[in-house]
Each structure stands twice: as structure tokens, then as C-alpha cells.
């Protein structure tokens, strides 16, 4: 690839699409990949206990988890990678430097089968860090709103927007190989860096087109 396209939602499989990046040419992957887990192939996520699930379209895009081969090349072409999903690809992510937890703020001893944290692995830095957000169902600190959750493992902007402010510079480029509803890439547009997101999905790529769109940057 001659020139990167910066600041846009390509529609493509992650791996091929990378695999047209150079080396290092991005300064810092923030992605939230497949698990692995088969997360939402009954269309409900959540719930169980005192708040009711959220029922969306099922879908089979998590019966597979970020591949050695993705990673390998997400390692190749860029400087630092934040990963979500810590807990359940360690054996493909290997011994990380940092760790970044986002405690949801959940009480505990509620009965139900929400994660009470979300655990990434992060290349940069030598040690542990927390950023406190509640969500948990309906409860949440930010996207109050039904109409703010398209997707059915949307990230909050706030978490995304904590990670890239605290590990990136203005005008950094940021990449998410698996943007889902374009949370990463509303963030770092958000906070004036460059991104570009990539996902497979042509339904939740047009959502993260329109929800880029619908941001604004800051004037200053
Ligand atoms: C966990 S979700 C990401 C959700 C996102 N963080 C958000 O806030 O909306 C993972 C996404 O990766 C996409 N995906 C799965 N395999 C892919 C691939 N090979 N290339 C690009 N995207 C892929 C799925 O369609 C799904 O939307």
C-alpha cells in the first residue's frame, strides 16, 4: 500500500487488509478482538439476574478467536498493541509488559453473568492499570441511551478514549483491525489522533462509518 488511508472504515478481512500495511507504520493498536467464546450466537448478552438481557441478532463471528497469524501481524505493523479479551487469549498474546483493567464499577455478589472487569493486555509500560467506569446493563456512566448500543460487545467511548489519551500523542495514527461499531476509531477521532478501523461485517461497518461521521472533532 502506497499510502495509508487514514481516517476511514475499510470493509475487509483484517488479516488481508494488514498484511498491505509496513512495518510499524502504526503507532498503536487499541482493539477489542473475538474472544473465542461464542459471545451472542443466541442473540443474548447479559442478564440473567436482576437485569434482563439484551437481545440482538445472534451471530457467529466470535466462535473463532484472534489467530496467531492476526496477531503476528498486528505485532509487524505496529509500535504498541492494547488488547482486549487478556483473560481469554493469553496463550495467543503471550507475557505482556502493562495490563490495563476496566473495573464496571459492578457490586459485588450480584446474581448475574456480567464480567465485573475487562482485562487488556497492553505492550507499553511495566505495570498495572485501573480506569473505574460503571456498565452494567442499563447502568451505565455514559451512552445512557438504548439507542447508543448498535453492536452487540460495544465498548464504551469513555474506556477507549481514557486508553488512547493515556497511551498515545495528539496526531498519533491508531488502529483497530476489529472496530465492530467504530468505538476505537469515535474515540481517537474524538481526541485528535488519525485511526483507521477495519471490520468484516458490511452491517457494523456502516455503522462505525455513520458514527464517525456523526463526530466531532475538537477545535482545539
Ligand atoms: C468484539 S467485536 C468489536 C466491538 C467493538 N469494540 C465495538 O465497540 O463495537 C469484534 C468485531 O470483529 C469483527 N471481525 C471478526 N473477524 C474479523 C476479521 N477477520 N477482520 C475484521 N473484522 C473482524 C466482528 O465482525 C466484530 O464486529
Known sequence: MDKLPLDEIILGDCLEVMQSFPDKSVDLIVTDPPYGIGIGGSGRIGGSGIVAPKQYIPVDWDDVGLTQEQWNEMQRISKNQIVFGFNHLADILGKCAGIIVWDKK???????????????????????????HLWMGALRASETSSLDRVHPTQKPIAVMEWIINHYSADGDLILDPFCGSGTTCVAAKRLKRHYIGIEISEQYCEMARRRVAATQEPMF
Open 106 to 132: 459492578v457490586k459485588n455478589g450480584w446474581d448475574d453473568n456480567f464480567s465485573d472487569c475487562e482485562v487488556a493486555y497492553s505492550s507499553i509500560g511495566n505495570h498495572a492499570k485501573v480506569y473505574h
